[in-house]
Structures are given as structure tokens and as C-alpha cells.
């Protein structure tokens, strides 16, 4: 059974870099072919994806938001990472990470961030 816990700062202020990240058990990040991904959910909106990382370590980020977003990974501690910088009161979200095998079968049980100075 693959297990997905997200981590990281609850409170992050205007303008600066959120950080947090996935620790996965049950599981390989680099079994083939499996993407991470990190997906977000506003208050009152619906799901927003962000970008993965792939087994390989390729990365691919939503248009959207590419231009702020970094996702890596440490294989030895079996993690991958979440930065999104220049965040704004608009992005506080519950955020999620996951896995993807042409569709999400598993999910973590997500985490609030919030944007406020």
C-alpha cells in the first residue's frame, strides 16, 4: 500500500517561496513509470494541478504557474519537493501530493497552506 504524507510550513507570507514536501512509503519514486505530482484546491474552487516530477526526475510544471514552480526529489530519503515562489493571498490552498499512472491512485491526505502576512 503506497502512503503519501505532505509536510511543510501551514503559514507562508506575500511574496515569499512555499516549500513543502511529499515523503512516500510503500513504494518507489523511481519505479517505472510513475509521475509525483503536486495538485492544489482553494477554498471554494476546484482542483488545481501543478506539475510533476517523473521516475526519471524529468519535471513538467503547469503553463500557468512554470515560471515560479520547481519540483525535485531525494531518492535516498524517497521525498520530492514542492517550490512555488512569489506566492499571494490568492494561492492559500489545501495542497496535495500524489501519484499518476495515467491517472492519480493514490493521494495524501493534503495540507493547509496559508498566504497572509
Known amino acids: 500500500q503506497v502512503q503519501l504524507q505532505e509536510s511543510g510550513p501551514g503559514l507562508v507570507k506575500p511574496s515569499q517561496t512555499l516549500s513543502l514536501t511529499c515523503t512516500v512509503s510503500g513504494g518507489s519514486i523511481t519505479t517505472n513509470y510513475y509521475y509525483w505530482s503536486w495538485i492544489r484546491q482553494p477554498p471554494g474552487k476546484g482542483l488545481e494541478w501543478i506539475g510533476y516530477i517523473a521516475y526519471s526526475g524529468s519535471t513538467y510544471y503547469s503553463p500557468s504557474l512554470k515560471s515560479r514552480t520547481s519540483i525535485s526529489r531525494d531518492t535516498s530519503k524517497n521525498q520530492f519537493t514542492l517550490q512555488l515562489s512569489s506566492v499571494t493571498p490568492e494561492e492559500t490552498a489545501v495542497y496535495y501530493c500524489?501519484?499518476?499512472?495515467?491517472?492519480?491512485?493514490?493521494w495524501g491526505q493534503g495540507t493547509q497552506v496559508t498566504v497572509s502576512s
Open positions: 500524489a501519484r499518476e499512472v495515467g491517472a492519480i491512485d493514490y
